[in-house]
Every structure is written in structure tokens, then in C-alpha cells.
């Protein structure tokens, strides 16, 4: 068994199969272990209520959405269960629960034995389990847009399962993202969760030549909002806003991205705006992927598995944790395929 992939799935999928008495082989193409799930804030959830799922994300596939939404907590008791402290015992939103744990613990407690800088290979006699996190950076160079994710995951494991016969499932263009500092800025990995410029509902939004397109409403992930500004956007702030969002403004400027006081910005705009801030959609990770079946194997011809966000069908539509998706798809790749 190969799993290609040390991000939050491959490595749960390894501890899984160990467990089971495998001995999983995980390479890595990138420099460290992790992979998004390291840079990330690590809150692992679900909606409270399934029917909150299903009217967030309606394009998704009802039993697999089932499968993440049923399996979590006894998942997250698993984690729990290997040694895994959590920060928080909550989410700290009323629609979601779960638990935030500290990243670098995380991936500390569950790499092991990973090859770095090892991608996977053009072929591979057996089973192979691709957790390789989509193709995020595919999807943001297509579109001109920022990448907030590691920046290995392009693609590799859905061309590899392609290449086999495997499908793809819906909303193969939906990202989860953020609006993000638009350069010159300059982000740093460790910066992805502060310079967010999550604010979208104080905002009016403007296309670089000033037209409106602020939506009617935004929804609380703001994914919707990411998806709809493309590669350059204004997000304008009246006091009212600014006084909340003002620590994200702030950051924006001293990252050097651009932030206009009223006077100086160069298109009408509502009448009571204060400043103005240049932003980007960034991508973290894709939605769409690869179609997979309950035991999330594809339907290439080969033994190919898949699990994370190399899995889509789960969140589309809007918006899910991709974290919740990578720790159960992750489990019960591992007991598919330790029960073939
Ligand atoms: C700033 C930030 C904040 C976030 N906050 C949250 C949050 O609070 N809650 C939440 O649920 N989600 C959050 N996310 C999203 C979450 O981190 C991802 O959805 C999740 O980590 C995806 O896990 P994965 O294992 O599927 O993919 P990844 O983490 O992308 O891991 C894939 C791994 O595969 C490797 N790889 C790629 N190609 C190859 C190849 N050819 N061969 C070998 N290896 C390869 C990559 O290097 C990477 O290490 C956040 C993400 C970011 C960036």
C-alpha cells in the first residue's frame, strides 16, 4: 500500500493502517510533513444540524456528505484516542461543532516514517492511496489568483487517477478560499490566518474599475465572497466596519498591500466610506476531485483510492472543513483497504 500524500488524510490514513496491521509506505513531494492542515487553524467540524449541511453545500453527494457527517465524532475520538490534545472543545460557532487541536502537535503526533521529497511514483504495482490535496495550485495559477495552501498540491494525484479511468465529480471550478491582501502585498505562510480580510458583510465591493458587486448577503465562511472577487477586488469599510475589522485593515497595510483612505480612492463608492482595501480571491483548497465510491476507492481501473481533498463531491456547492473530510475519507480508506 502507497499513500502519497503527508497532509492531514495521508497520515491519518497511515496511523489507520497501521492499526489494522499494514504497512503503508507514505511519501511526500514536499519539503516537510503537514501539508495545509500545518499552516492552518485546525478546527475540525461539522454543521450541528444535517439539514444546515445539505442547504450550505446542495451540490454535494448526499451519502458521502453522510458518511463525514455521521463519522466525525468517533473519528475525532479516535484522534483523541492516539494522543491528540485539544485546544478547544468547541467551535466557538453555533451552527458547527468540533474541536480545534494545535497544529504542529498534530502533525508531530501522527508523521511518521514519511520519504520527503519523494512524489508519487508514474506507476505503482498495487494499492495506492492518493492524499495529495487537489490541485489548488492548478485551480489559482488557471485563474491569476493567491494560493493560502502548501504550495505541492497541483494536481498530481488526479492526473495519475485520470490516467487510470477515474472520474471527476461536480464543481470541478469551486475552490474554499479567502479574500486575502492583493499584491504587492507580501504573505508569509504563518500569515494566511491573521491577513484574512474576513470581514465581507461590513464591506461594499467594487471590480478594479469601481462597479458595484456587492452580493445581498454573504454567507458566515465568506466562501461565497471568495469565489465571486476573482484576482483584484475593493472592499470598502464605513466606520462601522472599519471599527471591526480594523486589526485585518491594519495588517493589510503593513504587509504593503494597498489601503486607501476616502479621499483617495479613484471610483464613487458609498457615501460614508472611511478607507478602502485591495484584496484577492486565494485559494486553499478545491472542491471538486475525484469521484470516489462509500469505501472511497475512484473508479480507475487500477486499485486507486482516495481521501482529503483529492476526494471531491463533499463540500460543493459551499462550504465544509476540509479537515473533517481528510480525518474520516483518511480512516475509511485505511479499512477499505485493509479489509480487501
Ligand atoms: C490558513 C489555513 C487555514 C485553514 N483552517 C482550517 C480550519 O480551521 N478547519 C478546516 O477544516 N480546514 C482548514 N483549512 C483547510 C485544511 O487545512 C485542508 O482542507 C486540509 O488540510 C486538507 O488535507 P489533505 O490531507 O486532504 O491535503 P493537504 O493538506 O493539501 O495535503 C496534501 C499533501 O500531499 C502532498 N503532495 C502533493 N502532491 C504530491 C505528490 N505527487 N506526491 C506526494 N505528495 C504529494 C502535499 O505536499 C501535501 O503535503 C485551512 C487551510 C489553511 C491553509
Keep these: 500500500m502507497l499513500i502519497a500524500g503527508a497532509g492531514m488524510a495521508g497520515l491519518v490514513c497511515a496511523a489507520r493502517a497501521r492499526q489494522l496491521g499494514l504497512s503503508p509506505r507514505v511519501v511526500e513531494k514536499g519539503t516537510r510533513a503537514g501539508g495545509s492542515m500545518l499552516l492552518?487553524?485546525?478546527v475540525i467540524w461539522r454543521h450541528v444540524e444535517w439539514d444546515d449541511f445539505r442547504r450550505e453545500c446542495p451540490g454535494g453527494d448526499e451519502e458521502l456528505q453522510r458518511l463525514v457527517w455521521e463519522r466525525l465524532d468517533d473519528a475525532l475520538a479516535w484522534l483523541i484516542s492516539l494522543g491528540a490534545k485539544p485546544v478547544w472543545d468547541d467551535t466557538e460557532n453555533p451552527i458547527t461543532t468540533g474541536k480545534r487541536f494545535d497544529p504542529r502537535a498534530l502533525v508531530a503526533l501522527l508523521a511518521r516514517d514519511v520519504e520527503l521529497e519523494t512524489p508519487l511514483p508514474a506507476d505503482v504495482d498495487g494499492t495506492v492511496v492518493l492524499a495529495t490535496g487537489g490541485f489548488g495550485r492548478r485551480l489559482a495559477a488557471e485563474r491569476g489568483l493567491l494560493l493560502r495552501a502548501n504550495p505541492w498540491s497541483e494536481g498530481d494525484g488526479l492526473d495519475y487517477a485520470l490516467a487510470r479511468g477515474a472520474q471527476t465529480t461536480a464543481g470541478m471550478d469551486e475552490f474554499y478560499g479567502r479574500a486575502m491582501p492583493a499584491p504587492p502585498a507580501r504573505i508569509r505562510e504563518e500569515d494566511f490566518v491573521a491577513l484574512s480580510q474576513l470581514y465581507g458583510k461590513w464591506a461594499w465591493v467594487h471590480t478594479p474599475t469601481g462597479r458595484v458587486i456587492t452580493p445581498p448577503s454573504v454567507s458566515w465562511s465568506e466562501n461565497d465572497l471568495a469565489q465571486l472577487i476573482g484576482p483584484s477586488a475593493w472592499f470598502v469599510l464605513n466606520d462601522e466596519g472599519y471599527d471591526v475589522a480594523g486589526d485585518r485593515v491594519?495588517?493589510?497595510?503593513?504587509?504593503?498591500?494597498t489601503v486607501l483612505e476616502a479621499?483617495?480612492?479613484?471610483f464613487e463608492t458609498r457615501p460614508d466610506a472611511r478607507i478602502a482595501v485591495h484584496v484577492s480571491a486565494a485559494v486553499t483548497h478545491t472542491i471538486g476531485g475525484l469521484k470516489v465510491n462509500p469505501c472511497m476507492r475512484t473508479h480507475a481501473r487500477a486499485p486507486v483510492y482516495a481521501c482529503g481533498v483529492d476526494v471531491g463531491g463533499?463540500?460543493?456547492g459551499g462550504y465544509a472543513s476540509g479537515l473533517a473530510q481528510a480525518l474520516v475519507t483518511g480512516l475509511v480508506a485505511a479499512e477499505s483497504v485493509a479489509s480487501r
Excluded at 250 to 257: N, P
Excluded at 263 to 266: K, R
Design 40 to 42: 492552518s487553524s485546525c
Design 314 to 316: 463533499v463540500a460543493t
Design 250 to 257: 491594519e495588517g493589510a497595510r503593513a504587509a504593503g498591500g
Design 263 to 266: 479621499d483617495e480612492i479613484p
